[in-house]
């Protein structure tokens, strides 16, 4: 007998899950193919029309298999490229989308189920927000809900939607549980290198960069303060320390990177001599796929699981040992008071004093000039400073381009820009003088979401300039703070205003910053902080600390008595979930012991039960019975009359039935 | 089977000779507290067994023979004007008693059909506005002639079902015409005596409700009528009027039985009197083969599938 085909034209199963096979994929629209997605668009066309009866059979088997074969060897080709992960995630995707298009079978639909399962798990890899938390547990309620009507059609939507969210709520505390004790694997496979497009700062900044950046509100890492807070204005997050200068652009020096990469072999990592005031905090950041990470100077690791993670630079800057593809969280400690003076100063010194050999001729002699009536570089730094602050140089975002000579064009001619541009000129400027100079990129400010803890985004992006002063060693400089205070002090918003410019020019501005919505914004940036910090943050560490607190001392016997307890708990949940079911197997186990002694009996006497109730038919078959088995199947039959009919505890009757039904069976076989 | 019953059961034999299934499914109806359509030709011991019953189980009893022009006051009651007490007082019609044999029912105009059958629904009679108890039990056995006779008015579907059971009798065999013959016709003189007083056939009614159904069997009476309404081989499907009075009435076999839980046979034994005259369409040329429902039991089985 072959299986039962699914009707086609109609069935509500196989259109929800065509519809959320097309959700899955438009969430996955990053590491799928295109061709991939426009291949699941087809499969999900085809099953709709199917449904809606334009088309009465799905693809021949055939059909599909010859366009399998094809799909096969296009993922392979392109698999190369991609790496094992996004191969198999592609491959994934496109094997639902063929099996979507054949689906006639309830043996199909449960392989689309199961494979959509996986298909959601794919999405967490690649997204583990709130946000996407909330998105992928919807799709899982559409993929339930689909196998829900599979098996009971005739069930009310709504009818239906209560039963889901009762095995929800049945589920959620096994999901803890589990979630609590399952040990912490670190995954099996390699994220791929690099995000697509990199958000966030540049290894590179030409001065004219950061004005796009500036304007996204996307978040770049959240950190939380055990108890001191920094001052307002020091709340300087270094990421990069550009050292490289080729009269247009700054970028990472090569020199550094090599140097760092040496170390790194030789495990001679930085300790910078620290003293003064420190503060302890976390900060989780958002993946960027870059190395970089946040902290305030001078930031060190704080403890070992930090440690692990961390590289300290010899600049200063801290680096992942792995790239950002997931959110991170890491611990800090930095003290601010503390100089930027211990490393390897003159090569460090060195490195900081190239300059491109020509270009930029006004800037020259403007530094020359100034050189000449301030011999001290600390008063050098400071008439830099003091230039900045005459009323004609302007803060803005969106500078005119500055194509040749840019230091030239800024300085003398436009005199309006933002971080980047005064940061470049200055450091340029201490350069031309022979001041140890670079440029450092981060963030700065950040919007307090709860007590001590702060969301820093993207529009914090902000520049600012270290020179060498002597035993002072790196002194920071910040030119921007001079051309618009206010965009230090009150952030970048009250900067615009005051220049008569706006983040985003929209109809939304008014909304976006009336109380309600901030309050709002700081809602879920709290809450998005807390599912970092609680949720996506449980590691191994953590799941030791737990058991530590539950337990004391960890031992091997007290830990294996907790699973046993944990598993015992889970146990008698699902038994709890079960017993009413379990409980009505019980009487169709009667049943199915009583049909298998009619099933004996019948062919032994050759007079089928067909609709005959049970009393009756032991009387019409009694007289073509052997005188034992006649008893024993008397036995049988009052045995299930007192199991289905009568209103008894039925417990010893299983035993007894699967007695009587033994006994029958084989006085039967004796007289045969 | 409870001794009482037994007994009543084996009086009526002796009365209506070798029809003891319909005589059980008689005393089935009355305790299961269902009035009793019996459906036959003329002279097959109709009102014999009507009478014993009445007789056997210690009831008031009363018979209307119907006709065309019997009107509806006719059988329940009038209100005539009483000239020594200057006022009106009511006349309670044959209706007021225990058991009332309506006699060939349908031979009657709707009119008078329809009253009858709204006083036993309602067990009470409204007369210009005043309303009438009817004495407790009441139970009334109306007798039908098949309805192909001339100058009938066979009963519409929908007060058929107020009928809990309708039995036929049919042609009694060899054996039991001969013994009839020999006894002889004492129809009028001889009084059966009260087997049971109407307290305790009560009593008795009250005890089949607690008669247990188990999920199987309530499932079973489910899938019977279900049936019935999904195959378009049924022209009147079974109301859910009918599957309770399946089961009511297969609990007072049960219990007639001796049985405090009800088994599939129970259902089955009822059923065709139950069903039977429910399921048919009185369009349909009445036949008296209890096809319809005997199909029915055929099809479904009594174990869950």
Known sequence: MSPPRLPIAGHKASLTIAVLFALITLSLSEPALLWVMLLAGCSVMVRVALYLGWYHSAPSVRTINLLAVLCAIALAWFGVSLGLLLSMVNLLIMACALKLMIMTRRKDFLQLFTAMLFLIGCGFIFAQSISALTMYLVLLGLALLSLLSAFAPSLALIKQLRLLGMMFIQAAPIAVMLFLIMPQLSPLWKMPTAKSTATGLSEQVTPGDIASLSQSSELAFTASFDENLPPASERYWRALTLEDFDGKTWSVSQIRRDLRTQFQKQSNEFSPSVSGTSFRYQVIAEPTGQRWLYGIDIASPDGQSANELIWQGHDYQLIAREPLMSKRAYRLISYPAASLNSGHTRFDKNLNLRIPESGNPRTQALASQLRQRFSSDAEYAQAIMQRFADPVYRYTLEPEPMQTNPVDMFLFDKQAGFCSHYASTMAYLLRLANIPARMVTGYHGGEEISPNVFTVRQYDAHAWVEAWLGERGWVRFDPTSVVAPARLEFGLQRALEESGETINASAFDGLYQSAGFTELRRFFANVDYLWSRWVLGFDAHSQRNLFKRLLGELSAGKLAILFVCVLFLIAALLALYFLPSWQRQRIVQHQRLYLLGVEAVASYAGIPRSTQPPQRYCESIKPHLPEAARTSFENLTLAFIDASYRQRASSGLVSEMKQSLKQLRRNLRRKK | ?305
Request: proline share 5%; hydrophobic share 40%; net charge negative.
């Open chain 2, 1 to 305: 089977m409870k001794s009482e019953f037994h007994a009543v059961v084996r009086a009526l034999s002796q009365r209506v000779i070798g029809k003891t299934e319909q005589i059980k499914l008689a005393v089935t109806c009355l305790l299961a507290n269902g009035h009793l359509l019996i459906e036959d030709l003329p002279g097959m011991g109709k009102t014999t067994l009507s009478h014993s019953l009445s007789d056997a189980l210690g009831m008031a009893f009363s018979r209307v023979q119907f006709t065309s022009d019997l009107l509806p006051s006719d059988m329940l009651g009038v209100n005539i004007f009483d000239k020594g007490a200057q006022q009106f007082s009511f006349r309670e019609g044959p209706i007021f008693t225990q058991l009332l044999l309506a006699d060939e029912i349908n031979r009657a105009s709707p009119k008078t059909q329809s009253a009858l059958l709204e006083a036993m629904e309602e067990k009470q009679v409204s007369i210009d506005g005043v309303t009438y108890p009817l004495p407790s039990p009441f139970f009334v056995i109306g007798t039908q002639n098949p309805g192909y006779q001339s100058g009938t008015y066979p009963l519409p579907e929908s007060q058929l079902d107020r009928f809990l059971m309708r039995i036929s009798l049919g042609y009694p065999n060899w054996e039991a015409e001969k013994a009839m013959l020999k006894s002889g016709s004492q129809r009028t003189f001889d009084h059966l005596n009260s087997l049971m007083t109407a307290e305790t056939l009560e009593m008795h009614q009250k005890a089949v409700s607690d008669v247990h159904a188990s999920d199987d069997v309530l499932n079973y009476v489910l899938r019977l009528v279900t049936r019935s309404r999904e195959d378009s081989h049924y022209p009147n499907p079974l109301s859910p009027r009918a599957t309770k009075a399946l089961l009511h009435a297969a609990r007072a076999w049960a219990y007639l039985h001796e049985r405090d839980y009800v088994v599939p046979e129970d259902v089955q034994a009822i059923f065709i009197a139950v069903a039977e005259h429910r399921l048919r369409s009185s369009r349909s040329d009445l036949q008296n083969d209890d096809v319809l429902s005997q199909t029915l039991l055929d099809d479904v089985d009594p174990l869950a599938a």
